[in-house]
């Protein structure tokens, strides 16, 4: 009976380790298998447009210094590493940051930066060469996270401070580099030092067991899963060597929790905290860093600071015990504060609405799981300080309209978008009043009526008929009555319910007069008022109805800023795009983004608009604009749709555009005017930009002396008179009653237009 249990004995246990050798033989092909191949999923990185200093640039110490903060560095007295600075005067000594750009990298440099005269008066070197142009580190203002949240900034082995990987060896596990993954001395060892330290400074699990529990393993609490982890931590440590298993960890490792974004390992930790790479950190900073990797919810020098605190100087004794770092570095270290931002820098809920924008452009050539997974780095044209005036003049500019409307407070919505006249680039984007919070993005979602901003449209198709119409051409503000297809009758109204006889275009447009403009746009013919839309870059020709030219068609901010790009650029159309270059995770160049030119209306009728178009803002419907910038070469359009709904306002310097919109989401009226409402936040903006002004007498025109309400010439002895543009050989020929040339018969030249004498 002995002996027969005796072999069963021996037969289950050959049985047994058989299984457990070749389970240990599966789980080694599966380990290697995960560990040799793509270890992770690494979301793109959306980058800001950089910076750029040049003497000459208009910019002060303050929006330099502002830019540096955004970007993490922090101000010292001694400005030796990069990441830091000092203002002294009229001088700031900087280290910047080096950066692999898609066209070259920029070397980490150590200079002193002079400003006068309103601007950069220069850039000297450490050896007092003069440096003609430097780019600070471009923000990093999202990332498109994979579904399972997981966000990381990958680190090689060598680009990690030392003081980092030795105080997190002394603290996780001082005999990394002897055992073989798992530690039983360590374990009593750190038993005891929890114990005399009255807290917990040392853990009981190896390195490697915490990567095999966070790589490859779930966290649930069970022996049968503890002894899996021991097995993978010996199979792991066969086949790898200590570096490679320490650098997989510093970048694995759990350290914090961003709203649905996981924070893994330390160069994403270090700018989620600190709001800086991990070379630049202090020893206090590295102390708790390390000290959070014990229980980053626990530990969350948010929510937890005092509990963060304890456990950081924790850690600095054990630095200090270990020779790591000096007493006095201690001592300071242990006076120091947290130092933590108070919110994560890195998330797309900074920047929600942008980067809604640029995964939407980017998903036209590029895989969702590519977006998510493959470490693209997107530069794209993100202006921060465009974006920061965007945002401030939304949020005061809806309280300010709240309060002094007395409507009630976070009822009204708002959208805005600018846009450089020059490249087509889109510098800014906000889609809400709360611009930080994903949600509905209104600038790009949002499609409402767009009213009155339709009616530069129309005048536009008429000024492309030199032969019929010029800006002085009188139209008559009179009633309109048309029978529809369907039986209706449309009879369009004045929004002051008046008629104002024969105007002139461009004040029918200035004061946006709706007999006129539907008067002219029946005139010109509707087909042709549709045609403008695509010509300005508009995807889709819109019906060609007559409710057309009162702007009887829905848009988004985007799709107004893009026409409103269109008018502001001369007529020359590039489609608006946020990205200029992607790269892939090594920084090699994928794609890049130029700028996509083509002719659109006649540049000499785009002309006359704008200068038609500062009518509005000089004495027109956005003539309130004044009481935040000076309007005088600035052009722009009021839009107000039916019931007053939606309010809007679009317009543009020679170098930036944006358009805003004010509403309600619910569709109920706002109880604004174009010029009471999107005009404020409008104005407010613009004033921060301080845009160039137009030349307003451009593409050829001849700019001539007239009395508008006549459509004749003038000259001084005209109380009237008005200097306005014309194409060649459209002006007036006949002198106003005014003109003492009417009396004399004199030649009517150029100049005697122009000067009136």
């Known amino acids: 009976m002995r002996q027969r249990l005796l072999v069963a004995g021996l037969v289950f246990v050959c049985l047994a380790a058989s299984a457990l050798a070749l389970y240990t033989f599966r789980l080694d092909a599966e380990l290697r298998a995960r560990f040799d191949g793509v270890r992770w999923a690494l979301p793109a990185q959306i980058y800001a447009a950089p910076l ?62 002079g400003f006068g005269d309103g601007g950069i008066r220069g850039i000297t070197g450490p050896a007092g060469n003069q440096v003609p142009i430097m780019r600070l580190d471009p923000m990093l203002i999202g990332s498109i996270f994979p579904k399972h949240g997981e966000d990381r900034v990958l680190l090689r082995l060598e680009d990690v401070p030392p003081l980092l990987l030795d105080t997190l060896i002394a603290v996780e596990d001082g005999d990394f580099y002897s055992h073989y993954g798992i530690d039983w001395s360590g374990i009593a060892r750190a038993a005891w030092a ?68 996981a924070v893994h390992g330390f160069g994403l930790a270090s700018v989620f905290y600190f709001g800086k790479p991990l070379g630049e950190l202090l020893p206090e900073e590295v102390a708790l860093l390390v000290g959070i990797v014990k229980g980053p919810s626990y530990y ?127 510098l800014a984007l906000v889609g809400g009043r709360q611009a930080g919070y994903a949600g509905f993005n209104r600038s790009l979602d949002a499609k409402r009526p767009i009213g009155s901003l339709a009616k530069p449209l129309v005048y536009l198709a008429a000024l492309s008929k030199p032969d019929r119409y010029r800006l002085t051409t009188l139209l008559p503000d009179a009633p309109v009555r048309l029978e529809m297809p369907n039986g209706t009758v449309w009879m369009p109204e004045n929004y002051d319910r008046e008629l104002h006889g024969d105007v002139p275009i461009f004040e029918a447009l200035s004061k946006s007069y709706n007999l006129a403009t539907v008067q002219l746009a029946l005139g010109v013919g509707m087909q042709d008022v549709a045609r403008q839309y695509v010509l300005l870059g508009d995807d889709t020709k819109p019906a060609p109805l007559p409710s057309l030219a009162l ?6 901010p985007l799709e107004v800023a893009q026409l409103y790009n269109s008018i502001g650029a001369g007529g020359f159309v590039t489609p608006l795009q946020a990205i200029r270059d992607v790269q892939d995770r090594m920084g090699q160049p994928l794609e890049r983004y130029g700028r996509k030119l083509r002719g659109g209306p006649d540049a000499g009728a785009i002309a006359l608009l704008q200068w038609a178009m500062n009518r509005v803002m000089i004495d027109g419907t956005a003539r309130s604009a004044a009481r935040y910038l000076q309007p005088g070469a600035l052009a722009g359009k009021t839009g107000t749709t039916d019931e007053l709904r939606d309010s809007w306002f679009a317009g543009f310097g020679s170098d930036v ?52 309400a006549a459509d004749a010439l003038a000259d001084t002895a005209c109380m009237d008179r008005l200097l306005v543009p014309y194409l060649p050989g459209s002006a007036p020929v006949e002198w106003a009653p005014c003109a003492r040339q009417s009396e004399q018969g004199q030649d009517n030249s150029f100049w005697e237009r122009l000067f009136g004498s």
């Open 657 to 708: 555009q944006a358009t805003v919109w004010v509403g309600r989401d619910d569709n109920k009226p706002a109880g604004l005017t174009g010029a009471s409402g999107a005009l404020q936040l409008w104005a407010r903006l613009m004033a921060s930009l301080d845009p160039r002004p137009l030349d307003l007498y451009g593409a050829g025109a001849e700019p001539t002396w007239v009395v508008p």
């Open 551 to 556: 702007g009887a068609v829905e848009r988004s």
């Open 194 to 261: 929890n114990l005399q330290a009255g807290g917990v400074v040392q853990g009981g699990s190896t390195i490697t067991q915490q990567l095999i529990k966070n790589f490859f393993l779930s966290s649930e609490r069970t022996w049968i899963r503890k002894a899996k982890e021991a097995l993978m931590a010996v199979l792991l440590e066969i086949h790898y060597s200590k570096e490679e298993i320490l650098e997989a960890y510093l970048n694995e490792v759990y350290l914090g929790q961003d709203g649905p974004r």
């Open 52 to 113: 750029d200093i040049y003497a000459g640039r208009r910019l002060s110490p303050n929006d330099v210094v502002h830019e540096l903060r955004r970007l993490g560095y922090r101000a010292r007295d001694t400005v030796e590493r990069p990441g830091t600075y000092a203002l002294r005067g009229d001088s700031l000594e900087l280290a910047s940051r080096g950066f692999q750009f898609w066209d070259g990298t920029e070397p980490a440099r150590q200079v002193s930066i």
């Open 300 to 426: 969350n020098p948010r929510r937890n600071p005092q509990r963060a605190l304890s456990r950081r100087n924790l850690v600095i004794e054990r630095m200090a015990g270990d020779g790591l770092i000096s007493e006095p570095e201690a001592s300071q270290a242990a006076d120091a504060s947290l130092g933590v931002r108070a919110r994560g820098d890195r998330g797309t809920s900074q920047y929600p609405a942008y980067v809604d924008l640029v995964r939407r452009q980017l998903q036209a050539q590029y895989r969702e799981e590519d977006l998510t997974s493959e470490g693209l780095r997107i530069f794209t044209a993100f202006d921060p300080r465009v974006q920061a005036a965007a945002e401030r003049a939304i949020r005061e500019g809806l309280d300010a309209i709240e309060q002094g409307r007395k409507i009630e407070a976070g009822t009204l919505e708002a959208a805005a978008v600018v846009t450089s006249v020059e490249t087509g680039e889109i």
